[in-house]
């Protein structure tokens, strides 16, 4: 296979200062991608900023000879997810790829965790990644071509104290699902990453930048093995739209939302009684589908009424 190169390509990584998002926009520059490194420079939690984390990840990419500009604007307003597109408008004159990789975790569950812990994630997750995915929208459309790729977590799957996170998390997948059905017309792609790398926000001590990429790789659970997933999915042959990826550890997998075949009940109105005797047929696995999207979803779950119709006219 030949080298994928993102030459004449312009991406957009936010969260890109430390971790995964610094190993995304290393590895699309090294590929010969022009890349706007994003990054508020905060805590895990949120709180702060800092110019040092982009504009270090800046002077790699350009030492290595790539080309790269830093930008530390706030995903989490409408105003800052708009000037991250206009630096890479401004820079270098379009925009092909966004990877919203920006997040903040504070950890807490039910009952102790306050409705402002899940207001903050879903602010920079949620909202963050509409933001940016908002603005860089009527370039893609002009042009007739872009890439996307939201971060979602594993952390979907539920652990017990990190509630906010997880449920901002899920949003992001029903945010590139709808994204994906408007950007088809257009060239656009919109797919998921949930990473799995050592990093501070998956538990890892706050260590320098250096120090954080060693205890990694010792961990066998480096950002450089989440960022190839990545740069395909940015990549302009990448042939899937609105799906969910995982990355880590040397281990490449899909996830997906699926539904159970279940049981249609035809003998009169069901009862709470009904659900309750037929309980093991409507958690059967076997013959599950994959909804490209809603409207699938609600064709095959109604297809026995469709059925049902199709008779009533023959007879």
Same mark, same amino acid.
């Given at each position: 296979m030949s080298e994928l190169r993102?030459?004449?390509r312009v991406a957009v990584i936010t969260g890109a200062g430390r971790g995964i998002g610094r190993a995304h926009a290393r590895l699309l520059a090294e590929r010969g991608a022009k890349? &706007?490194?994003?990054d508020l420079g905060g805590s895990m939690e949120g709180e702060g900023a800092d110019a040092?984390? $982009?504009?270090? @990840? &800046?002077?790699?990419? @350009? $030492?290595?000879?790539?080309?790269a500009v830093a930008d530390t604007h706030d +995903?989490?307003?409408?105003?800052?997810?708009?000037?991250?597109?206009? *630096?890479?408008?401004?820079?270098?004159?379009?925009?092909?790829?966004? @990877?919203?990789?920006?997040?903040?975790?504070? #950890?807490?569950?039910?009952?102790?965790?306050?409705?402002?812990?899940?207001?903050?994630h879903l602010d920079v997750h949620l909202v963050g990644s509409f933001n940016t995915m908002w603005a860089a929208w009527p370039y893609f459309v002009e042009q007739g071509y872009g890439r996307v790729v939201l971060t979602t977590s594993s952390g979907v799957f539920g652990l017990e104290n990190n509630l906010s996170y997880a449920a901002a998390k899920g949003g992001v997948i029903g945010l590139a699902r709808s994204a994906k059905l408007a950007g088809e017309p257009h060239g656009i792609k919109v797919n998921l990453i949930a990473p799995a790398a050592y990093t501070r926000m998956?538990?890892?001590?706050?260590?320098?930048?250096?120090?954080?990429?060693?205890?990694? +790789?010792?961990?066998?659970?480096?950002?450089?093995? +989440?960022?190839?997933?990545?740069? #395909?999915?940015?990549?302009?042959?990448?042939? +899937?739209?609105?799906?969910? #990826?995982?990355?880590?550890? !040397?281990?490449? !997998?899909?996830?997906?939302?699926?539904? *159970?075949? !279940? #049981? &249609?009940?035809?003998?009169?109105?069901?009862?709470?009684? *009904?659900v309750a005797g037929n309980w093991d047929t409507i958690n059967d696995e076997k013959g599950y589908f994959v909804p490209s999207g809603l409207m699938a979803w609600s064709g095959a779950f109604l297809k026995h009424q469709f059925a049902q119709g199709l008779d009533s006219e023959a007879s």
């Amino acid at each position: 296979m030949s080298e994928l190169r993102f030459d004449g390509r312009v991406a957009v990584i936010t969260g890109a200062g430390r971790g995964i998002g610094r190993a995304h926009a290393r590895l699309l520059a090294e590929r010969g991608a022009k890349v &706007v490194v994003n990054d508020l420079g905060g805590s895990m939690e949120g709180e702060g900023a800092d110019a040092g984390p $982009a504009q270090s @990840v &800046v002077e790699e990419i @350009v $030492a290595a000879g790539g080309e790269a500009v830093a930008d530390t604007h706030d +995903v989490s307003t409408r105003e800052g997810g708009q000037a991250i597109i206009d *630096t890479a408008i401004d820079a270098f004159g379009r925009i092909d790829i966004v @990877v919203n990789n920006a997040g903040i975790i504070r #950890y807490g569950g039910l009952p102790e965790v306050a409705l402002a812990n899940l207001e903050a994630h879903l602010d920079v997750h949620l909202v963050g990644s509409f933001n940016t995915m908002w603005a860089a929208w009527p370039y893609f459309v002009e042009q007739g071509y872009g890439r996307v790729v939201l971060t979602t977590s594993s952390g979907v799957f539920g652990l017990e104290n990190n509630l906010s996170y997880a449920a901002a998390k899920g949003g992001v997948i029903g945010l590139a699902r709808s994204a994906k059905l408007a950007g088809e017309p257009h060239g656009i792609k919109v797919n998921l990453i949930a990473p799995a790398a050592y990093t501070r926000m998956a538990g890892g001590e706050p260590l320098d930048e250096a120090a954080q990429e060693a205890a990694a +790789v010792q961990a066998g659970m480096p950002s450089d093995a +989440v960022a190839p997933m990545v740069a #395909y999915l940015a990549h302009e042959s990448c042939p +899937v739209n609105g799906e969910i #990826y995982t990355a880590g550890a !040397g281990r490449f !997998g899909r996830i997906f939302i699926a539904s *159970t075949e !279940g #049981y &249609v009940h035809q003998d009169g109105p069901p009862t709470i009684e *009904t659900v309750a005797g037929n309980w093991d047929t409507i958690n059967d696995e076997k013959g599950y589908f994959v909804p490209s999207g809603l409207m699938a979803w609600s064709g095959a779950f109604l297809k026995h009424q469709f059925a049902q119709g199709l008779d009533s006219e023959a007879s």
